[in-house]
């Protein structure tokens, strides 16, 4: 089996406040790969603070492992995608049947734009192999002919569920990418929960972020958003308190380019191409992770006038990026938001 986490760069175990009276808080920290991302901890406890690190490294090789991956023959959805075709169906977890549900009602409101059945035509692209940024002379896009076969087996109406049966159609392949790093956040929350030792963390999962509880210092969680133009600099900084999350979907984060040409990865199941809304980078906060990371996906192929509503719909904020540099977000965002060129 396919070993997806590469040995922890280190944690680093500090102990603060020691010996001035209050109560000890250590800190723990580590930098892993995992669900093919970065994934950085950073969390304050109590005590065991180290323990609750590698805890989580664990949970989220556990929920690629067996889960989300559409590689390993391990993970549910594995098994999912290889029942496509068959008759009988198959039966899943209730933690996938909610999942499902979830990306579902995600799908009808969002006009089809988030779709885990895109699988087939994400496989045309080849995105997987695209490592992050890049160029690729030798890089062809898929034909008019194969994208429209592709297509013809995409489609969450096609998809049927009578609850936890599920019965895919011959062809039809899905893909959860566009929420596993928001899934990854939630279940991070869920051993939070329990673990009344933590007092305060950030996590990145490939760059969705979970804000918790309170640093030390009582100052505020600062979380950058990319600028898609620049992206070693930030655009502006959110400023966070308690539990948040922040997902970002841009056309910089995953790409070939070819004679001038940018494809990038986040596809429009209208086109069955790269989406082209004149956004470049979309940032969703939410309480909730799959929301932000279902949504942010989502925003990035509608834009921000189809967007917001949606976003609004399901109580997260959003921030859009044009490919022109310009910055449109919910009202709600700029509590938040602190950048020089917001509108
Ligand atoms: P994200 O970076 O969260 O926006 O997710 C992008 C990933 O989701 C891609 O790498 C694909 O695996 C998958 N994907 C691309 N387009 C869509 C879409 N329209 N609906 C659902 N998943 C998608
Ligand atoms: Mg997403």
């Known amino acids: 089996m396919k070993k997806y986490f590469v040995t922890a760069l280190g944690v680093l175990l500090l102990l603060c406040c020691g010996g001035c009276g209050g109560p000890k808080t250590e800190q723990a920290k580590n930098i892993d790969t995992a669900m093919g991302t970065v994934i950085q901890q950073s969390v304050y406890a109590t005590e065991n603070a180290e ?51 979830r990306c579902l009602d995600v799908w009808r409101e969002s006009d089809g734009a988030l779709d885990i059945t895109i699988g087939g035509v994400v496989g ?79 996590f990145s999962v490939g760059g969705s972020i979970l804000t918790y509880g309170q640093k030390p210092d009582g100052s505020c969680w600062r979380v950058g958003v990319t600028d898609p ?14 539990q948040w999350c922040v997902s970002t979907s841009g056309d910089y984060e995953r790409y070939v380019e070819v004679d001038g040409v940018r494809y990038h990865h986040i596809i429009d199941p209208a086109t069955g191409c790269p989406a082209d809304s004149g956004v470049a980078g979309v940032t969703i906060l939410s309480r909730d992770g799959f ?41 709600g965002m700029r509590e938040y938001f602190e950048g020089s060129r917001a509108r």
């Open 51 to 101: 323990a609750a690190v590698s805890d989580i490294s664990e949970i989220l090789r556990r929920l690629e492992e067996d889960e989300l991956s559409r590689r390993l023959d391990t993970a549910e959805l594995y098994a999912i995608n290889s029942a496509a075709g068959e008759d009988a169906g198959i039966e899943v977890s209730e933690e996938m049947s909610q999942l499902l549900d």
């Open 124 to 202: 045309l692209w080849d995105i997987d192999s695209w490592a992050g940024e890049g160029k690729d002379a030798a890089f062809m896009p898929p034909t008019d002919e194969e994208l429209q076969a592709a297509l013809a087996a995409c489609g969450g109406d096609k998809l049927r569920k009578q609850e936890r049966m599920l019965f895919l159609p011959e062809g039809m392949q899905i893909d959860l990418g566009a929420v596993g790093k928001g899934i990854a956040l939630d279940r991070i929350l869920a051993y939070l929960g329990k673990h009344e030792n933590v007092t305060g963390a950030i």
């Open 229 to 242: 133009a620049d992206t070693a600099a930030n655009i502006g900084t959110l400023k966070l308190e308690g």
């Open 291 to 331: 929301l932000s990371d279902a949504l942010s996906t989502a925003c990035f192929i509608l834009g921000a006038e189809r967007g917001i509503p949606l976003a609004e719909h399901y109580g997260a904020e959003a921030l859009f990026v044009g490919k022109d540099g310009s910055i449109i977000m919910t009202d």
